[in-house]
């Protein structure tokens, strides 16, 4: 205990964080504060609209391509750590999940309860949950609930990642870097004019790899076991059709290939494992967007078509070991999780915004097209106790969104301003189910199909009171909405269909600039309330069931700050603190899966003498539970990075470290759908060195 408050006082103190509300526009990865005299005001597009970020009464996180740079941050994954109250975990180390607030993926749609919009494009599955960050200008993170604006699954919020866009100058940059456990990556971005004024692009690429950090000691299996290779691009090209008339198009994708990802049963710290099973998980995504903007003295309207596709291709060792037995299903040696899945999306999205007035408004229509095809997802048991046994899923879940939205920020006086948004949204999906199981010498197949539909309304309320000095009051009062759907591994079709999960959204907050915007303080107040929670349980012969419990409550503050210090110091710096409980069925009580009460991190970055520079971050997360039921968990963890380099003119060369005191932590925790094997752990990066090279030109 004496600990947990010290921790907690020194978060307090310093509203520890690695990225601030109202971030400091550096002009390259490598400079320092010293070039700056105070926290620059960034525009954002939270609202669909391009507004100051310290006028709008929602609580926006912004990071900047030059801090993500800086940090070395090029992906998703990464990024959701330095968030407070976000937690990531892995299911069966098949895609990553994050849960914010209490609010966890809705298992069968795959839907994370964070929408990702890359310049505009939707990413809702979770297959897609680490994505490349590359070329970026800036990150925006809309904590709370964002149904109204963004429908989807944004009910715990929305991550807009905005990338650089063309423009006539030429630019680039070459980034290389060498590590331990044979990590090395390559980057490089370049942009210019094709014709002045009128045709520009910009391209980035990224390229890794590793040997990983897990050894497997298995007789004739790889010993890398967590080796890993993958590669990231983005494009965008811009065509200034007259002065008032715009198109972007717009590319991303990835192929990421994480081979068998660091889990394994009874994780004793020694990152020494033994499993039968050579595993893969490759992921692939790929989206293509185009974007038209027409402005006009009063409106500007903007049409967005995208279309984007993922697949995973995953096989992994059931019990993440070898001669493990269960008293029900016998030996597990060769048993195996398969999963071939595809998620593919089409979206296209009109609106119409103000320009030029006092009254500043939003408003379109949207539609979506959406199919997770379950090519063959299931498990494998060569030598059970009922002989060899199989479980394959092949099922197509298709849903098409329609929606129609719109929101206006009205000024009440001259410090007071309110916000009135509704949005109606109809959700239709399909189950075409077909289930294949081996057992006992008997081959069996189960088919049916069956179809739902919900709408709802999706109304938001939010005032911003500008108090005297840099301080903006605020407070909102919103809807929150995900989709039902089905659970596409249910033989029964009359229990296949689950519910949406909804919310009621409180939030009350205060953004603050204090010693002539040297200090921003910025402070957010929550509750959500929840109806129909999306919950999940495996009985022993691995039977899914996917359920709603009727109510949860979540409740907490997000505290932030950035403190411009002086020409060579600075501190930024974020605390999430969380409850997150189920009130009725069986867990009422219990706090939710993979929500941690405390979140907290700390950055130092210096930038003085001469052409150095750097930077020290400390990362805490509490203990949080990995089940429903609250037997399986996780302990707090810190970890403490480090990067320090050397500008001259363009050349950098910088050191790093992460995990620098080589804390021993766990990840994720789970336990199999049979009684018998150990419970299944992740193991976490140990401290890894490294050492970097840059060019601009």
Known sequence: MPTRMTLLAASVVFALSSNAQA??????????????????????TATKMEENVRDIPVSVQVTTGEELEKKRIYSLEPFFKTLPNVAISNNYGVFSSPNYRGLATSAFAQESPITVYINGVPHSSVYGMDLGLLNVERVEFLRGSQSTLYGQSSLGG??????????????????????????????????????????????AGRYRESSGYLTNKYPGSRSDYDESEAYQYNGNLRWNI???????????????????LP??????????????????????????????????????????????????????????????????????DGAKFIDDSEVSTQTHELRFNSNNSDIRWVGGVFYQDHLYDAKDNGTVVPNSNFGHMEAHNMSDVSG????????????????????????WQKDDKEIDSSNRSVMMGNDTTTNYKREASWDVWLPKLAFGYQLEGEHLLYGSVSKGYQAGGFNFTELNPNKAKYEPQRTIDYELGIKSSWLD????????????DIKDAHGRSISALNNITFFNVDKARSYGAEFDLNWFINMDWSLSGALGLNKAEYRTNE??????????????SLTLNYGGYEGLYGHLTYNYRSSTYTDAENTLKIDGYGLVDAHLGYRVD????????????????????????????????????PRTLGLGVSVDF
């Open 650 to 685: 363009d050349y950098t060369v910088y050191v790093f470290g992460t995990n620098l005191f080589d804390e021993d932590y766990t990840t994720n925790y789970y336990a199999l759908p049979f009684p018998g094997p150990a419970p299944i752990a992740g193991a976490g990066q």
């Open 23 to 44: 971030s400091v526009e550096i002009d390259s990865p490598n400079s320092s504060p010293s070039d700056h005299d105070a926290l620059e005001v960034m525009t954002v």
């Open 242 to 260: 007259t002065d008032r008339t715009h198109a972007i198009l717009s590319l991303n994708g990835e192929d990421r290939d994480n081979g068998g």
């Open 517 to 528: 915007n040297q200090l921003n303080f910025d402070l957010n107040l929550f509750y959500l």
């Open 587 to 600: 867990f009422a009580g219990n706090r939710m899966a993979n929500s941690p009460e405390f979140t907290s």
């Open 158 to 203: 929305v991550i807009n990642v905005i990338t650089r866009q063309p423009d006539d100058m030429p630019e680039g940059k070459l980034v290389a870097e060498a590590a331990e456990y044979d990590g090395r990556m390559i980057y490089g971005s370049y942009g210019q004019a094709l014709i002045e004024d009128v045709l520009s692009f910009n391209i």
């Open 400 to 423: 098409e969104q329609f929606a129609i939205f719109g929101q206006s920020i009205f000024p009440v006086t001259d410090r007071l301003e309110t916000t009135l948004g509704l949005r």
């Open 263 to 332: 889990f394994y049963a009874e994780n004793d710290g020694s990152l020494m494992t033994r499993q039968e099973i050579d595993a893969k998980n490759r992921v692939k995504v790929s989206d293509q967007a185009l974007k038209i903007e027409h402005e006009t003295d009063n409106f500007v309207t903007t049409y967005l078509a995208a279309n984007q596709k993922t697949s995973a291709d995953h096989v992994s060792d059931m019990d993440r070991t070898n001669g493990s037995t269960s008293p029900v299903i016998g030996n597990f």
